[in-house]
């Protein structure tokens, strides 16, 4: 299937071994070792906090290791900061590009080290040169934009063409996909692999399965900061690296609907709102959940924050056969509904405050007696939560910024678990979470439902609507589609709701 | 915070920074500490009774304003009207009894009610125009300085004994107390108290963390912005009145610097200016911080231009452990 394998390995261009490295409290990576061959794509592959952002900060020099040593084309080198790693020719792309958002795209390429001709500086090289790394790129970019016009992927190619003009020998690459779309996502792949021919070796991180298959020559996996296992990718099927990475068969991620629906919890009738959302007529029954499908820009999130409260809009609805007019989260909250935003970090959670704040600040008012917060009464409930959901974080005074997005997302529903939630809306419940939590999540979700509550959830991933959900609304251009029971649903189904075939009649 | 696995032997410098960030009053304490330990050592007349009443009473205006400053500041915010929202309640307070007749007791009630008016401006301002706190306060700063001028230029030296109050002594000993001091800690410890133990407390952290989430988890965060101006604003009429009874005088020309004055306790205190994360003792220590080295300074015959150039000196250093203690976080 891949040429590039077939090719033999290229000499060894890095090795870590026995990399350890502590935080206060958290042994992050125990023994973690790495092997990249020029011309090689090395997947790294592990769930969130599995430790595989602290392995490339040390090889990129952003923190210090503890144990372990690096060797260079076999030579031992101390990585100490990142001016160490660019003059051995690592170059790393995280997520969040570091790019000047005002300058062109030239500038970046060349920041910090534009050539010069005397005192000037010598703009006809730097564009000339910047134009051959974007040829070479096969990217169709003017090198006088202005980077923030630039969108997300042509950003990734500029980063990807800076990272070529410093001489790069081994590039790392942080979840590079995680910030695509679907037609963006074949165009990084050439590119990758074009990299990989001209003999660069690239680590590439990313825990779709999926483009590890597609891309990488080898892969290995971490799990809880410690080394699992290297494997050819030849060798392995999906199923193997589920198990070694999250010890446990893919299969069992979505758990068996068995709940009974029962009562009709919340009725939305004409729901409207300006230019977004046309005429929106639902229902959710207590114990059911109910799957919102559509292309993204659909109008789904936009329901579900009228429904939440939190955006102007007209309806007529009613919870629990009672009317509803949320005015505002807050009376959202207290009819029992809530919102698990698709934007954790900046919609759903205090970043710099610990756990237990986290978990009780909608709930604050149960722990309190005489207006004073009570200690005692805060912790159990926190405790009890952190039990419940299976929470991984060293105590309740933790702080939120320093857990995986999949512990970040339990602390959420967390918050909603301490008040009375009988309606919980969840925008793309498991985005940036890995395979372990989501796994977790469902069960959460289908556990939820037993006890009667009913649950909304948007997604994108059809594979999850379809697992998850007892019904399914399709949107598109915001209004309602199409409603597919269960077992009417399947991919091709809802796909031809979303964009809009000819037998799209109303549902 | 229990230890998962055993650490390394010999943790690197980073590692102490870091553990500073898990107890940020730690900081500002060990540096109150071992500035009074220096001064100790450099004046006979440092470590007495006496002179640590007389450091607690410089401090009194400065640490009363740095409550409201510090509150807003965990909002996220930032208010440079402070110290003329304090003049102007201070020439209030004591213009309307001096030039007015008006009964003492409602003097200040005027000057109080003039305070909430600024606060609620500034608040409401802030919440529903959304303009920066920064732009506001920078508004009202001047709108309230003017006001000062208007009402009068002459300093109001006929001050009614009832507002002298906060200027008496009572002893410990033999070391004389100012109520004025008494006051200051008093309020202290209600802020500390609220912003610990309420949920009006963790509702001002939230705001100050993130917005929007604060908002989403049911938070009325207009409410608890304007409030917090609001009651900001009635921390600076009481320094106003801690003032007046300190200097025996209504000043017009007094509070022009309380803003960074009290932003400089705040930041030494190790609250992040970029809001939901700062404690409201580590304010007062801050203002102690202060206090200790202008009056230390003093008694080792250092001027007062030195004095300020040292405070200067000691915020970036506080920022500076401040910063690299949450790098990485």
Redesign the interface.
Known sequence: MRAATAEGPGKVLLEMKGI?K??????AL?GVSLTVREGQVHALLGENGAGKSTLIKILSGA??K??GEILWEGKPVAIRGPEDAQALGISTIYQEFNLGRQLTVAENIFLGQLPRKGFRVDWKTARARSRELLDRLGARISVDAKVERLSVAEQQLVEIAKALNRKTRLLVMDEPSAVLGEGDLERLFEVVRSLQQQGIGIVYISHRLVEIFALADEVTVLKDGRYVATKRVADVQMDDLVRLMIGRDLKDVYPRRATPAGPVLLEVKNLRRPKLVHDVSFHVRAGEIVGFSGITGSGRTEVVRAV?G?DPHTAEMTMEGRPYRPR???D???SGVA?V?EDRK????????NVA?NTT??A??SV?RG???R?AKESALVEKMIRDLRIKT??A???V??MSGGNQQKVILA?WLSVHTKLLIMDEPTRGIDVGSKAEIYQIMDELTKRGVGIIMISSELPEVLGMSDRIYVMREGTIVGELARGAASEEAIMKYAVGGELAAAG | ?????T??PAP?RT?FL??LG?FPILGPVAALILACIFFATQSDRFLSGANFSLILQQVVVVGTLAIGQTLVILTGGIDLSNGMIMALSSVLMTGLYANSGMDPYLAVLVGMAVCVAFGVVNGWLHTFIGLPPFIVTLGTYSIAYSLVRIYTTATITDVPPALNFFGDTFRIGSTAITYGTVAMIVLYVIAWFVLR???AG?AV??VG??P?????????TGRVLIAVYTIAAISYGIAGLLLVGRMGVGDPNTGQNGNLESITAVVLGGT?LLG??GYIMGTLVGALIVGVFRNGLQLMGIGSNYQVLITGVLVILAASVDYLSHR??
């Open positions: 350890g502590t935080f206060p409290g958290v042994k125990q923190y210090a503890d144990e939440f939190a505002s989260p807050k959202a909250i207290r919102l935003t900046g919609q759903g959670l205090f970043l710099k405050l704040v600040i909608s604050i008012r309190t207006g004073v917060i200690r060293p105590s005074r933790f702080l910024v320093n918050r | 915070m229990s230890t998962v696995a650490t390394s690197p590692d870091r553990s898990s133990s309420t949920p963790r952290y939230a963390d993130n929007e989430a604060a908002r989403l988890a049911g938070i009325h992040s939901g994360r990485g976080k």
